[in-house]
Nanobody, 127 residues
């Protein structure tokens, strides 16, 4: 079992930055991949970023590449999402997720590869 708690969301203006955090508890944090997804009203949940268990491999959606950075601190059982140059279209509820099942060769960009989810944190970007 893994419990995930996100924090750091809020209301910002276009061009601003935010850093989301996701604290994990339960199973040993350094043994599984982590991801961030988001869901805007009326839309499906979409992939944002993922990071391998070691932190050496990261992947991003094209829409956030070069603006968002995912990182993890295995000593603190926490994964982060640094969001820069925010746009109104980034407005959504952001969820962190833990992928505890190993899929050989996977980049963990598919939400069905994740077993545990946080409750979400709202990010609103005004124009």
């Amino acid at each position: 079992q893994v419990q995930l708690v996100e924090s750091g969301g809020g209301l910002v203006q276009a061009g601003d930055s935010l850093r989301l955090s996701c604290a994990a508890s339960g199973r040993t944090f350094s043994t599984y991949a982590m991801g961030w997804f988001r869901q805007a009203p009326g839309k499906e949940r979409e992939f944002v970023a993922a990071i391998s268990w070691s932190g050496r491999k990261m992947g991003y959606a094209d829409s956030v590449k070069d603006r968002f950075t995912i990182s993890r601190d295995n000593a603190k059982n926490t994964v982060y999402l640094q969001m820069n140059s925010l746009k109104p279209e980034d407005t959504a509820v952001y969820y962190c997720a833990a992928g505890t099942t190993y899929y050989s060769g996977s980049d963990y960009q598919n939400r069905y590869e994740y077993d545990y989810w946080g409750q979400g944190t709202q990010v609103t970007v005004s124009s």
